[in-house]
């Protein structure tokens, strides 16, 4: 399967803590992409990276992109109570252009009062 | 204003009937998708059309047929469903060669 994978598949801190969680896939990508989905929602975009490109920021969330090992991380710092949710990973192969993007298997956060 | 929206959002019905799922899309995007969710999150492409045209068809069996009159409009009509159908359901659109994708609310099909 092309499914990238994702860790932790779990994980829960207490508001002000900072989050990671890595994200692991198999072919070589145009860019890589992180989406959020809240509990019974469709998923929200919250940040894209390209190939080229090393590190990302965009608020309190940080992305980093190594290609050589095939894998992203995305830190969300200071996190808040309604950072709850699953975070996916998403790739888009090269030479399969932006239409199709294959997503991870997802980290579910929970962020405690 | 909603972007991306899906009719309707929970479909409940029986084996060997025949359903659809309706989505538009206000974005003025030219590619809209049709992805599945299963029970355990995996999320995955089935259908891409770009300007009303089938551009990506991933082994989705042929009971599942994507109609997109428009380019604001895909629709997704599933003949004699089956209990391993039931799922949720997304629709997204992007604007070619741009990489975010803008996901509807998803319909959560169950059959019994």
């Known amino acids: 399967s092309q499914q990238g994978e994702e860790d932790p598949q779990a994980l829960s801190i207490q508001e002000g803590e900072n989050a990671t969680m890595n994200c692991s896939y198999k072919?070589?990508?145009?860019?890589l992409q992180w989406y959020r989905q809240n509990s019974g929602r469709g998923l929200v975009h919250l940040i894209l990276?390209?190939?080229?490109?090393r590190e990302k920021h965009s608020g309190r969330l940080r992305v980093t992109l190594d290609t050589s090992k095939k894998s992203s991380s995305l830190l969300i710092t200071a996190s808040r109570a309604a950072d709850t949710a699953s975070y996916f990973c998403?790739?888009?192969?090269?030479?399969?252009?932006?239409?199709?993007?294959?997503f991870g298997t997802g980290t579910r956060l929970l962020v405690s009062p | 204003d909603t972007a991306v929206s899906q009719t309707p959002k929970y479909l409940v019905t029986q084996m060997g009937n025949d359903k659809s799922i309706k989505c538009e899309q206000n974005?003025?995007?030219?590619?809209m998708y049709w992805y599945k969710q299963d029970s355990k999150k995996f999320l995955k492409i089935m259908f891409s059309?770009?300007?009303?045209?089938?551009?990506i068809n991933e082994t989705v069996p042929n009971r599942f047929s994507p109609k997109s009159p428009d380019k604001a409009h895909l629709n997704l009509h599933i003949n004699s469903l089956e209990l391993g159908d039931s799922a949720v359901y997304f629709c997204?659109?992007?604007?070619?060669?741009?990489?975010?994708?803008?996901f509807g609310p998803g319909t959560r099909l169950t059959v019994l």
């Open positions: 059309y770009n300007n009303k045209e089938l551009i």
């Open positions: 974005l003025g995007h030219d590619t």
């Open positions: 997204a659109s992007s604007q070619a060669g741009e990489g975010q994708q803008f």
């Open positions: 998403a790739t888009d192969a090269i030479n399969t252009g932006f239409q199709k993007l294959v």
């Open positions: 990276i390209r190939s080229n490109e």
């Open positions: 072919t070589s990508i145009n860019n």
